[in-house]
């Protein structure tokens, strides 16, 4: 496969009937600024009769969650991954895009994916090794709630390498994305299964610069609702055995690029 950037952008973004009210937001906000923007319908009955021009959408026979933002492969593209309760500026995929360009030229590849809600896991100033905490029953899975994160309405000044990256605010080159069998059991937990191919496959994981509130909540108590408040960092034994198995392991793992949000506008 060719190192180099593709040409063409395509989003996805997984819903369901419940996100309706702010569903239309989002599209309005990130569809004018895509080629081409498909919506995972999951439990609809039927496409909105609003759907149209450069927006097509998919009802899949079983309900998909988050994995569904991988049920749509765009291989000759650049893949946004996109939530339904997020408020896109105008300027993000060109934005985004540059910030990929800008970290491409740092690190030197474009297996990159670049996000904007990212983080590092913490090692325990206590017990820091998994094996001793099984023993003697002392909280084993701490892992999965102590991270270092970086909210997606907070600032950043610099980019950063992180461990994982929140794919309601993500972008990678279509070709580096994961096939949808690979992640498709992985609901809820989409992110950590994402990290996890990343690490595999040898993609590096990039935290992108912005100002606070470039990026907005589609409708208060979002924050409430959030899958990676209220499952990500505290999930399940067998997601906590998923990110044992990546965390740590990157060397580069916090480190940051010499590059910021305006050098975003100028590369756009």
């Known amino acids: ?23 239309r937001a989002a599209v309005a906000g990130i569809a004018p600024q895509l080629d081409r923007l498909t919506l995972v319908l999951n439990d609809y009955d039927s496409v909105p009769d609003w759907v149209g021009g450069n927006v097509d959408a998919v009802i899949p026979q079983a309900d998909s969650k988050d994995t569904g933002k991988y049920l749509v492969p765009a291989p000759d593209a650049w893949l946004f991954t996109l939530d339904d309760d997020i408020l896109y500026p105008p300027d993000y995929v060109a934005r985004s895009l ?84 690979g992640v498709a059991d992985a609901q809820r937990f989409i992110d950590v299964r994402l990290a996890s ?29 959030s899958i990676f408040e209220n499952f990500t960092l505290r999930p399940p034994a067998h997601v906590a055995d998923e990110i044992w198995r990546i965390a740590f392991r990157n060397p580069r793992r916090g480190e940051t690029l010499d590059f910021g949000f305006d050098d975003m506008a100028a590369a756009a």
């Open 98 to 181: 540059a910030g990929m360009t800008q970290a491409a030229a740092r690190l030197g590849t474009w297996r990159l994916m670049g996000g904007y809600l990212g983080w590092t896991y913490r090692r325990a100033r206590l017990l820091p090794w998994r094996w001793a905490r099984r023993l003697i029953g002392y909280n084993p899975d701490y892992i999965a709630n102590s991270a270092d994160a970086v909210d997606f309405r907070d600032g950043l000044a610099q980019a950063r390498i992180v461990e994982g990256l929140g794919t309601g605010v993500s972008v990678m080159r279509g070709s580096d994305a994961p096939p949808f069998a």
């Open 197 to 225: 191919w990343c690490f595999a496959q040898g993609i590096v994981q990039v935290c992108l610069p912005r100002p606070a509130g470039w990026l907005r909540d589609a409708h208060a108590g979002a924050q409430d609702e």
């Open 1 to 23: 496969m060719a190192d180099t950037a593709p040409s063409g952008t395509h989003g996805v973004l997984a819903t369901y009937p419940a996100r309706a009210g702010t569903l």
